[in-house]
């Protein structure tokens, strides 16, 4: 399917909406993933997560963040200690989606400080847990603002690590990015950035425009894959029924 023209938030016959759409391409990240972490970070990815563990990743783990492993509706199922932890995170056993302030073609990723790191324009999170979990374990991203203030030629300062500084990492893998506009992969012979599906609604030139670098783009780019009914029940009645996703991407 061609994705050149279209403008909007929603699918031709008035579906899923764009926040639908990017809880489907997060899911997808641990699509048949086994039993291995889910780390999301940020709404969309959480309701992703959840929603991949009850349809077609049903060992998939999930935490709550500090020292149990829960099931998609909360209750715990087990307890994760930080020793634990750990051993999942530094042997490629956790999928981690973190978020970027700043990412360049081969998926560095800055969420530190923008400017020189000396002296800053403004300050960030910090490096925080990102070398570790790039080097580490797969990681993908998530960008609910897909613009050029973050898609940049040279990211001020790398936090996460990229494929072009990442020789003998041995767990090292970027599986995903996915944008409010797309998904993107590094799936090139010298993993620079690849446009694998514009959402609809959204036209390549768009993605184009909105990107600090020049992406690899194949000849035809499809849409991001429909919700099924029962994954848009699952969205809207039991993972999300409060609709925070919308908070994150309009529409």
Known sequence: MSSESGKGTRTDDGGATRAEYCV??????????????????????????????????????????????????????????????????????????????????????????????????????????????????????????????????????????????????????LARVVTDLGVLDFATPDHAMRLVSVHPGVSVEQVREATGFDLVVPDRVPYTREPTAAELRLIREVIDPDGIRAREVAG
């Not at 700043?102 to 847990?129: E, H, M, Y």
């Not at 979990?133 to 898609?151: A, D, E, G, K, M």
């Open 24 to 173: 489907i391409a997060c899911a997808e990240t641990w699509r048949d993933a086994g039993e291995i972490l889910a780390s999301p970070m940020g709404p969309i990815p959480s309701v992703g997560a959840r929603l991949a563990r009850l349809t077609f990743s049903p060992d998939l783990l999930l935490t709550d963040g500090e020292a149990l492993i829960v099931r998609p509706d909360g209750t715990v199922e087990g307890w994760l200690p930080y020793r634990a932890h750990l051993e999942l995170v530094t042997g490629g056993r956790r999928h981690v989606m973190m978020g970027a302030s700043q990412l360049d073609r081969f998926g560095n990723q800055n969420i530190s400080c923008i400017g020189d790191w000396a002296r800053p324009t403004r300050q960030l999170l910090g490096v925080r847990g990102a070398p570790v979990n790039t080097l580490n374990n797969p990681t993908s991203y998530w960008i609910p603002r897909h613009s050029r203030r973050v898609f940049v030629e040279k990211v001020d300062l790398v936090c996460g690590v990229g494929y072009d500084r990442a020789a003998g990492a041995r767990h090292h893998r």
